[in-house]
């Protein structure tokens, strides 16, 4: 009897859970594939990120049109994005379970890197070189000068106003030029409208990683080993601890740049600016839409004045796993994919990234193009501010106990630096840090 | 029945019966546990790069003067610590409360106080990463503001990040605890009350001569799995912080630094020490216990 | 007389103590459910609380969930067919060996049961990664069996069951044996019957688990139609944006299979507590 109600109980709500569920496994966005074609090899492909699948279904339908001779059928498996790279670190290391090719987010990269579980993709890359921001491609790389992986994007910073409140303190964005004219600026608009220049995240490294790349400094040395400690990085920490002291920084609502609170307080015109990546459009347009035709996209400032005004931040790299049975074609489906005209076009139009592909920089038909949602959301064009830079770009060194590193940094350095342990002397703090490091 | 084959016989002899009983027992102890644990302890003297694993002594119990891995056993100990102070005197009392003859609905309140154990730890972190979240509206920042008191920011300072892993352990636990008590509770004989009553004794003297001496077996099963329960404690951090990575590692324990180091960062070797220290100290704690408490296993002779 | 209006008063003042703690443990689920009611956006810019428009109350977050654009009853599948399966073997077999220690003497039996308490005491959070690593040696991962199979036999309820049997005189089953019956034979026709509301106990004890599991199948699953709803529900956070819509009517909806089954069952459950394994 009891068993019975037991039985009936839960086959009542199994039939509930079933009826509901048809619909969702069909749909194609969990699991996705191209348009499988005969004699396709196939290949198994790991992202963390669903809106990555849409673009590499349809690239590998681009791939087979233009090589009938090497057709691909390609399968994308959506993971859960915290642990999608751990499983894939483990099932790498036990030499079980891979994929063919994966989407690698540029903090867990070095832990790929440093035990050699990809495979260098150089010969793919050549017939591209000539045409991509080099810099981008490389830092995926090795002391060697092997490169394993391509990003979706170039990843340029770039300072984006709340016109509203630059208007409001009477401060025109394109006058800022060093840091020190931003903090000038900041002043101005804390003194005219009660907000804050900027934030600080605790939790994430943009805006401290952006000024140490423009001093040229990174986390990791040359032989990769964690590097905190720098004369260059303690000048930043004191250089932002003066900004919070000042009232034009304040530590990021939500701690992060990707909090829920962030993006409220975002949306509500609580800050005037953010320095970040230009893949961060996206997130204006999905989560501020208040903000819809208020924000304009200037270059960063710089340390001194005719600096280098631009670095690389941020992303994730597609590699080709050791191990895979398909090492040439999987390679040259990933060059092919990222780096092509067809590739970064589509990750301009649908995805919002920043092209890695120059001749696109040019192309009024992507530059001026009235229907892009993102350039139709901010006022200024975001190509005015690639083109200016040019290409000598600075990115991040990601080898070696960079993961490590990045664990530390985004989990302890930074929230202690400016909101924990605020009067600690920077050095010692930095030190104290990297100690912590296990590497 | 005349016609059994030897195997048949075999099995179903009395004396082959009970390891056919206790077989599958046998068997995923020795897949799943022993193997296990056995591969740890040799992990934990090894170091796995790549596809070669090399021994190196006890190189990997270096992560024993590790800064952040001694904060995350002190995490854990101080969680441990201060969930099984909270976790016994407070189901205990409600539960005693309950079980009063003046109460009433007593079925009805007893499966209210249960139902936030029927709850995911997802479910539960999702709703207390919000109700503790640092907006101003907010639920606990609209509750501190009728005192007057200005927005927390919660979940970024350590000692509001305690408060609310407690009030969610609070929350989640006290009715399942209660409910052991309750069951501890109706062993107790009834007239062992009356006859106290009758001897003038109060509701408080009842509680402290009769109810907690004798409600001890009970106290020892609920203590043992607040401990066990504390030391493990990783998902609500996890849920909390939206990942293994609170702000300064205010909440990262024993089992975070442990995903954190073989699931995270690959350093398997690391993470497998670490498993080892854990099993040290819960059998540490086991023997501690075993000598103060006498088995659970005893405990039905008691 | 005194006593009696002394006595109500205490009544009134217990129930009404006990109101308060109801609405306090209540007041979480409240939020979520009332929350479910307005956009997600909405918390992301006003925090989750109770003062809510109820002129613009919808259901729309429900028909978002109910719409099929998202896996979320894929999700609900897989964490039903799972607990179902769950449950069963784990009540079967957990019992049979419980049984087994219950009502037989033989050699091994004391260490054998130690074995049963050594790994009820170790959380199996130390030993996750071994575990994960042969889980994908044995090729499982991403697969049911891999989050099910470690946990067939669950120490927990092994030792229930042994409680639960030793209440029953060894001479019951030499009766058995005199009548004709094999040993499997009193286990099937007359011991299980008797455990009945162990059963029920156990199984909404082991329901909970298995309905509620989060970090083993996060850590075995990898493709988004292959994860479970706590897993699945996580996932909604991700550092891309939390899809608080769905997350929020989803966690209000995946309460109920186990609030059925409590409600169902609780009578029992107390019960089978009482006579069994945590008792004195």
């Given at each position: 009897m009891k068993k019975k109600l037991l039985a009936g109980a839960l086959a009542t709500a199994m039939a509930l859970g079933m009826s509901f569920g048809v619909g969702a496994t069909d749909d194609g966005s969990t699991q996705g594939t191209n348009t499988f074609v005969d004699g396709g090899t196939e290949l198994s492909f790991w992202t963390f990120q669903e809106l990555h699948v849409g673009f590499w279904t349809s690239m590998a339908d681009v791939w087979n049109e233009q090589n009938p001779d090497r057709p691909i059928n390609l399968t994308v498996t959506t993971g859960e994005s915290h642990s999608t790279h751990s499983k894939l670190l483990i099932a790498c290391q036990s030499g079980e379970g891979a994929p063919d090719m994966a989407d690698i987010e540029i903090g867990y990269y070095g832990s790929f890197l440093k035990d050699g579980y990809l495979l260098p993709i150089n010969d793919a890359v050549e017939p591209y070189k000539d045409d991509v921001v080099m810099s981008r491609v490389s830092m995926y790389g090795d002391n060697e000068g092997n490169y394993y992986g391509v990003d979706f994007h170039l990843g340029a910073t770039v300072a984006y106003y709340n016109m509203d409140i630059m208007n409001e303190a009477g401060v025109d964005p394109a006058d800022i030029v060093t840091w020190d004219d931003y903090v000038e600026a900041g002043k101005t608009v804390l003194e005219k409208t009660g907000k804050p220049m900027c934030a600080v995240e605790t939790s994430d490294l943009f805006f401290p990683q952006c000024m140490m790349l423009e001093k040229n400094a990174q986390y990791v040395d040359d032989e990769g080993n964690p590097n905190l400690v720098t004369e260059e990085h303690a000048e930043v920490i004191d250089y932002i601890r003066e900004m919070i002291n000042l009232g034009v920084c304040e530590i990021a609502p939500g701690g992060g740049f990707h909090t829920e609170e962030w993006y409220g307080h975002l949306n509500d015109g609580g800050v005037a600016s953010v320095i970040m990546p230009l893949w961060y459009m996206g997130r204006f347009t999905d989560y501020c839409a208040d903000l819809n035709g208020k924000m304009a996209i200037y270059p960063i400032p710089v340390w001194n004045e005719g600096d280098v005004r631009e670095v690389l931040q941020g992303g994730t790299g597609t590699s080709v796993i050791k191990g895979t049975e398909n090492e040439q074609l999987a390679k040259d489906f990933l060059a092919f994919a990222k780096l092509s005209k067809e590739g970064c076009t589509y990750e301009w139009n649908e995805l919002g990234f920043d092209p890695i592909r120059t001749e696109l920089w040019d192309d009024p038909e992507i530059t001026d193009n009235k229907d892009n949602k993102f350039l139709a959301y901010f006022t200024t064009n975001p190509f005015d501010v690639l083109k200016a830079n040019g290409t000598d770009i600075t990115a991040p060194n990601i080898s070696g106990a960079y993961s490590a590193t990045y664990s530390t940094l985004v989990s302890t350095t930074y929230s202690n630096a400016f909101e924990i342990s605020v009067d600690q002397d920077a050095m010692e703090l930095l030190q104290g840090e990297q100690d912590s490091i296990i590497y | 029945m005349k016609k059994q084959s030897v195997v048949k016989k075999f099995l179903y002899s009395q004396k082959v019966a009970p390891y056919v009983f206790v077989m599958p027992f046998i068997l995923t102890f020795a897949i799943f546990f022993a193997y296990s644990i056995v591969s740890m302890i040799l992990m934990s003297f090894q170091k796995v790069a790549g596809a070669n694993t090399t021994f190196i002594g006890l190189e990997n119990y270096k992560i024993l003067t590790n800064a952040v891995f001694l904060k995350s056993l002190k995490n854990s100990v101080f969680y441990t610590i201060v969930t099984c102070i909270m976790m016994i005197p407070i189901p205990m009392i409600l539960a005693a409360m309950l079980n009063s003859k003046h109460m009433r609905a007593k079925g009805t309140f007893r499966s209210i106080l249960f139902i936030p154990a029927l709850t995911s730890v997802v479910v539960a972190g999702v709703v207390f990463r919000l109700m503790f979240g640092e907006l101003e509206g907010s639920f606990m920042n609209q509750v501190m503001n009728l005192f007057g008191v200005e927005p927390i920011i919660w979940l970024r300072k350590p000692v509001t990040v305690w408060i609310t892993l407690f009030f969610l352990c609070l929350w989640r636990w006290t009715g399942v605890n209660m409910m052991y008590y309750l069951s501890g509770l109706q062993q107790i004989p009834a007239d062992l009350y009356e006859s106290a009553s009758i001897d003038g004794a109060t509701g408080m003297q009842q509680l402290r001569y009769i109810t907690i001496p004798l409600l001890k077996p009970t106290t020892i099963y609920v203590l043992t799995i607040s401990i066990f329960g504390g030391m493990a404690m990783f998902s609500e951090s996890y849920m909390l912080f939206n990942g293994n990575k609170s702000p300064n590692n205010v909440a990262t324990t024993l089992v975070g630094m442990l995903y954190r180091m073989g699931f995270e960062q690959n350093q398997l070797g690391i993470a497998s020490a670490i498993g080892v220290i854990f099993l040290l100290i819960v059998l540490a704690v086991n023997m501690i216990q075993l000598r103060i408490n006498g088995t659970i296993g005893s405990k039905k002779g008691e | 007389m005194s006593m009696t209006k002394k006595s109500r008063i205490f009544t009134i003042c217990l129930f009404i103590f006990f109101i308060l703690i109801a609405a306090i443990t209540l007041l979480p689920l409240a939020l979520l459910a009332v929350s479910s009611l307005r956009p997600g956006s909405d918390l992301m810019r006003?925090?989750?609380?109770?003062?809510?428009?109820w002129a613009n109350a919808n259901l729309n977050e429900y028909k978002m969930l109910f719409s099929g654009q998202n896996a979320y009853f894929t999700w609900y599948k897989n964490s039903l067919i799972i607990t179902v399966v769950q449950v069963g073997l784990a009540l079967f077999l957990s019992a049979c060996v419980g049984y087994g220690f219950a009502m037989y003497d033989f050699k091994g039996k004391n260490i054998l049961f130690l074995c049963v308490l050594l790994v009820m005491m170790v959380p199996t959070e130390v030993i996750l990664l071994p575990l994960y690593r042969l889980i994908v040696k044995m090729k499982l991962i991403n697969n049911m069996w891999g989050i099910i199979l470690p946990y067939l036999v669950v120490p927990m309820l092994v030792f229930f069951f042994r409680q639960y049997l030793s209440g029953i005189p060894k001479d019951f089953l030499d009766a058995a044996r005199v009548d004709g019956c094999t040993e499997y034979g009193i286990f099937f026709k007359i011991m299980i019957p008797l455990m009945k509301p162990s059963f029920a106990a156990m199984g909404i004890y082991q329901g909970m688990q298995s309905w509620n599991n989060f970090l083993w199948p996060m850590v075995v699953t990898n493709s988004i139609d292959k994860i479970t709803l706590p897993v699945g529900l996580q996932s909604l956070l991700s550092p891309y944006g939390n899809n608080y819509d769905i997350l929020i009517a989803g966690s209000c909806f995946a309460i109920i299979p186990i609030l059925i089954l409590f409600i169902c069952f609780q009578r029992y459950f107390i019960e089978g507590m009482t006579a069994g394994g945590v008792k004195g």
């Open positions: - | - | 006003y925090g989750l609380n109770f003062s809510i428009d």
